[in-house]
């Protein structure tokens, strides 16, 4: 039953009237609601604690006004607890019995126990129902809404409670990559030490875990969509097979993005063999997905240093198969073979490598007249250098760093060191994001573009001891060594955009004296003995694939020109390629660039014949001579 008290103050006429609104009390688990209308006017009522056995049977006396509170209060101590119908009311305080038929209360079914006291306030215009009559009564208390009670929220009470405030943060923090997780026992095992079958029975691949592969295959799906020109290329040339016969051993980070590269090449014709080129970047659902789909995978994240060239020889060393093209990404699958596996080396047909570390190891070789395979230098390829090394790294570089430490760039001092596309491209995005940027260069033409877009050229010791983070973009090698990094200051952000880890002398931080503290999943806190501590990301290791994500639209700019530069040194006439170092012919590039202008729903303006005469150009291209520097 409800008890129905009304405001004991006059109401005003309806024009002075601003509004009416309902209070909701609940107490207990009977379901005893007490609904209170109001003038603009506030009136505070204490509810006296009720006994929760509701009586139906019994009728509310009404409590006469004027009457004093200590006897109001004795009145409905002793009356049963029981809920009346609403009524149209007048200016005085009066209580409807339930017996007015007119009035009579809608049952409510049984409600179960809740904390007392629970409140909830509505404005009774909400309901669509008329609040006032002609006179200025209240025609109809408002309906009120129900509350959702404690048994409503048993499911999340379900919920595991033995979690640290910290690991709750990051589980929720993390990447879809790493969201999916495996029972704990496959956590605890190497891969190397499974025995584990894809659907079809084929056990030649080492992953992590092989029922991830659905998961992965979703992750998959997501990539295609955004990498159109490897969609196109699968469309029209699937039916030439243009890679037909071709034994495809590489050595890439094993991503969504490189999976539908992989995927295309089969398609293609060619038969693949993978490996990881960083130990940190592999993408453990991928893998499992690439394996079930029968290509021979070797990789998972967190891999050690044994099990990274473990991978790498179980790619190689298969009895039976001998590979004749190598996609490379960083040299050092190029570089197995060359020195574990000399006569196999010798009958690569060519060689695809895509990284500065990489192409530089090529140059060495072929400088040296050690050389024996044509290799095609994609990293400078335009589509490569001015897209992915540029534009994806812009993206990326806030990506990795948010992750890892959610830290602010507004008014950071940050150190690039190298301002090649990749330096370019963290600069770019860091100074739009309000932080101080410092570059170090080598090149006088490089740091004359620095210091035309704004950068401040500094040697590494002049700012060392004052800048928030350190950047390495070089490609070199003890580009910041143990010298600078104890001059560094408490808190100092340490990472690296380049493909190799040389870069950042991690080597020199593994002593005594120093204290290696893991915060997060690549993330150490490295602790001098003075308390002083640096922030080194992914152990030196590339940033943004370590940590974070790339754009998958720019990744397929740069997997289309890996595909053509193998098309091409696989299928060319023999004699075209020696044995040294090519870039990609400008025709392709060209056509890479073509393939994507769709998604943008862009159209080219085609040349007329006077217009190519007069530049003594194709009206198909290529319109740039080698020479042109984009």
Known sequence: MDYIYHNPLPLRHPSQLCSVFVHTFVLGGKGLRVTTAMSVQVVSAKMAEADLQASSSKELKAVPPGMPKS???????????????????????????????SHSPTPSPDLPKMQASAMRRTDGRQNGESLLNSDGTVAEAPKTKK???????????????????????????????????????????????????????????????????????????????????????????????????????????????????????????????????????????????????????????????????????????????????????????THWIYKKYPNMFKKIKGIVEESVTGVHRLYQLSKAGKLCVPAMNVNDSVTKQKFDNLYCCRESILDGLKRTTDVMFGGKQVLVCGYGEVGKGCTAALKAMGAVVYVTEIDPICALQACMDGFRLVKLNEVIRQVDIVITCTGNKNVVVREYLDRMKSGCIVCNMGHSNTEIDVASLRTPELTWERVRSQVDHVIWPDGKRIVLLAEGRLLNLSCSTVPTFVLSITATTQALALIELFNAPEGRYKQDVYLLPKKMDEYVASLHLPAFDAHLTELSDEQAKYLGLNKNGPFKPNYYRY
């Not at 209060?73 to 009066?94: D, F, I, M, Q, Y």
């Not at 990539?223 to 699968?234: D, K, S, V």
């Not at 050690?304 to 490379?328: A, H, K």
Request: proline share 4%.
């Open 71 to 101: 006897e109001e209060k004795k009145v409905l101590k002793n009356e049963p607890k029981a809920a009346a119908a609403t009524s149209p009311v007048g200016p005085s305080t009066e209580v409807i019995a339930k017996g007015d038929p």
């Open 147 to 333: 509350i959702q009670f404690a048994d409503q929220k048993q499911e999340f009470n379900k919920r595991p409670t033995k979690i640290g405030r910290r690991s709750l943060s990051r589980s929720i923090s993390q990447s879809s990559t790493d969201s999916y997780s495996s029972d704990s026992s496959d956590d605890e095992t190497s891969p190397r030490d499974k025995q584990q079958k894809n659907s079809k029975g084929s056990a030649d691949f080492c992953i992590k875990n092989i029922k991830q592969a659905d998961f992965g295959r979703r992750e998959i799906e997501i990539a295609e969509q955004e990498m159109p020109a490897l969609t196109a290329l699968r469309k029209r040339a699937q039916g030439e097979k243009p890679l037909a016969g071709a034994k495809v051993v590489g050595c890439t980070h094993i991503t969504a993005q490189t999976a539908v590269l992989m995927e295309t090449l089969s398609a293609l014709g060619a038969q693949c063999r993978w490996a990881a080129c960083n130990i940190y970047s592999t993408q453990n659902e991928v893998a499992a997905a690439l394996a079930e789909a029968g290509i021979s995978v070797f990789a998972w994240k967190g891999e050690s240093e044994d099990d990274f060239w473990w991978c790498i020889d179980r790619c190689v060393n298969l009895e039976g198969w001998q590979p004749n093209m190598i996609l490379d990404d960083g040299g050092d699958l």
